[in-house]
């Protein structure tokens, strides 16, 4: 997956710039068939009849009804553990911090890399940019698998909370490069501190809800990562217009660092010997709290 996002930059800032001006639209009719094809690869999936049952919780929380009103009720299921389960609601809360600061670096890139360090070329900024995803994602490539493999023992929290910490760092600073070479680098150390908070959200995941419930769990705190990300998008162009793009990638690095500080104090120290197993028969209906609440560290 994360090689795909390397290899994905790379080809796009290949296509503009060997396309040439006014045939920028090549990279995009290519964008868009790669989708028919992971639309194929899905449509042939097939799974065992019953890996496609619900689980036993969720059968007696979602029973009856039409299938757009069973899909909300299990929508509330993840929904409910962001509210009644502390480990998760401060996963979520850490998450919504750090997308509203993030979501703004998404709208901002390109004008930023216009009148920072004058590129205005199509071409030019197509390739550029590559540059910097390549950068990135490389970073992630590396960090994701030392970090998986250092993962196994350790308690997940510090991986997200020293990602946020370093990453948020690296991003406050990248206003104040002279030199876009450097700010590859710096994007480099970026991808660097991502990988492990993707790594540690996933095993911290895994920890403290159970398999039957990551897909719901999985979609309450998406939601809330989502909604945060719209929001940064959304005020991006009216701050960086209003106080500055620079001041505007400061506040997002702080923001992360936030986020880093609250997961400090209100992540669990749990590794994978606290996961947290299956409901059965005699469990399923004791409610979500007591299914996805960790044991003590």
């Not at 004008?111 to 940019?129: I, M, N, Q, T, V």
């Not at 493999?149 to 929290?157: C, E, F, I, W």
């Not at 403290?208 to 309450?220: D, E, T, Y």
Request: some cysteine; aromatic content about 10%; hydrophobic content about 55%.
């Amino acid at each position: 997956f994360t090689f795909a996002f390397v290899l994905g930059p790379a080809l796009a800032g290949l296509t503009f710039a060997f396309a040439g001006k006014g045939n920028e639209w090549i990279a995009f009719v290519f964008d868009a068939v790669s989708y028919l094809v992971s639309a194929f690869a899905i449509w042939r999936m097939s799974l065992p009849k019953e890996a496609t049952q619900p689980s036993l919780a969720v059968q007696s929380e979602t029973s009856g009804g039409s299938a757009v009103s069973r899909v909300w009720q299990e929508f509330l299921v993840g929904i409910k553990a962001l509210a009644l389960n502390k480990a998760i609601a401060t996963l979520a809360v850490v998450f919504g911090i750090t997308m509203l600061g993030v979501g703004a670096l998404n709208v901002l890139w390109t004008p930023f890399l216009k009148a920072h360090y004058g590129f205005s070329d199509s071409a030019e900024l197509g390739w550029r940019f590559a540059i910097l995803d390549i950068a990135f994602f490389a970073g992630m490539v590396v960090a994701s698998v030392v970090v998986g493999n250092l993962m196994v023992d350790r308690a997940p929290k510090w991986a997200i909370v020293w990602g946020l910490i370093l990453g948020g760092a690296a991003i406050g600073v990248t206003v104040f490069v002279p030199n876009y070479w450097l700010l590859a680098f710096i994007q480099l150390g970026v991808g660097l501190a991502v990988a492990p908070i993707n790594v540690g959200v996933s095993t911290l995941m895994q920890i403290i809800v159970p398999n039957s419930q990551l897909g719901r769990v999985g979609g309450g705190i998406g939601t809330v990562s989502e909604v945060a990300t719209l929001t940064s998008m959304s005020l991006a162009g009216v701050l960086g217009a209003a106080i500055g793009m620079p001041l505007v990638f400061l506040i997002a690095g702080l923001l992360c660092i936030a986020g880093g500080l609250y997961g400090l104090v209100g992540l669990p120290l749990l590794t994978l010997k606290d996961k947290v197993q299956d409901e059965t028969p005699e469990t399923a209906t004791d409610g979500i709290a007591q299914r996805v609440e960790p044991q003590a560290a």
